[in-house]
């Protein structure tokens, strides 16, 4: 009677999956099915148990990051995260001693500062967004990549 609830489980659990596609449940759908084939084999009810903890957490810890770098791969980035990497035109020599600077991106004015505290871009200069702090963009040249 165990392998029938299991095999319930696992088929709820892929059902969850397949509506949400967040790799949240998948992993606990193979725990799942470990577990189904322990209780057709006639294992005890503890052991299905364990089994489908340690298989459910051995796959959520080991397989997850491997999975989502793979299937997040073509996501497309949003919001701030679009900015990093492209290029934009100083408008306000950039000087984080002095606490100023600003550029031009994709016709939007932003406040910005140099990766590297002793850089000094004039107006004019293009340079690249390392990074977003707060409202900040954080910029440097191609050439000074670290």
Do not use: C
Not at 31 to 47: D, K, R, S, T, Y
């Amino acid at each position: 009677m165990e392998a029938i609830y299991w095999l319930i489980i696992f088929v709820v659990l892929l059902g969850i999956e397949a509506v949400t596609m967040a790799l949240t449940t998948i992993w606990f759908a193979g725990g799942a099915l470990i577990a189904f084939l322990l209780a057709l084999f006639g294992v005890n009810v503890q052991i299905q148990l364990a089994a489908f903890v340690i298989v459910s957490f051995i796959l959520l810890f080991f397989t997850r990051p491997f999975a989502l770098r793979y299937v997040n791969k073509y996501t497309v980035k949003t919001n701030l995260d679009s900015l990093i990497g492209k290029h934009a035109k100083v408008t306000t020599q950039i000087s984080n001693i002095e606490s100023k600077g600003a550029v031009v991106l994709n016709g939007q004015e932003w406040t910005a500062r140099a990766l590297l505290d002793e850089k000094i871009y004039p107006a004019g200069t293009m340079v690249k967004v390392k990074d977003i702090r707060g409202v900040k963009l954080i910029v440097s040249k191609e050439e000074e990549e670290l």
